[in-house]
């Protein structure tokens, strides 16, 4: 977004909540390379060979509608994947320990005692099936 010349207020308030976090300190990189286009661009210099840098989305969630952060893997309000990609680590995920009772025992377990606390996990087949596997809600 910085890359993009996004308005350093506006990627404060979309990333953070508030125009005052430090945070863009820290997180906020600008790449060597963008900064020489930058310089070349504005000096009139014309780049032959220019690479078109990321574009941040932000993603919205398939099953609920929030806008999240354009990083986000899962819906902050309900725990859907965002990308396909995630979604099918996801089932590779809730496959494995379907075929390894082993862990779901260990997961349970530990959730009983309170030393886990799962994810909010969604996906078409899994909204249905989750009580019944016992992974999660026990």
């Not at 010349?5 to 863009?24: N, S, Y």
């Not at 930058?38 to 806008?67: D, F, H, S, W």
Request: hydrophobic fraction near 30%; charge should be negative; proline fraction near 6%.
């Amino acid at each position: 977004m910085i890359e993009e010349g996004v308005d350093e207020a506006i990627i404060k308030m979309f990333m953070w909540g508030t125009i005052r976090t430090t945070q863009l300190a820290t997180y906020g990189h600008v790449t060597d390379e963008a900064t020489d286009r930058r310089y070349l661009e504005q000096m009139g210099v014309p780049l032959n060979q220019r690479k078109a840098p990321k574009k941040y989305i932000p993603a919205q969630c398939p099953k609920c509608g929030e806008t999240n952060t354009p990083t986000s893997r899962f819906c902050t309000i309900c725990g859907c994947a965002l990308t396909e990609e995630v979604a099918a680590t996801q089932n590779e995920l809730i496959n494995y320990i379907d075929k390894h009772p082993e862990i779901r025992q260990i997961l349970q377990r530990r959730y009983a005692e309170g030393q886990y606390n799962p994810p909010r996990i969604h996906s078409a087949e899994y909204d249905v099936a989750a009580d019944s596997r016992g992974i999660i809600g026990l």
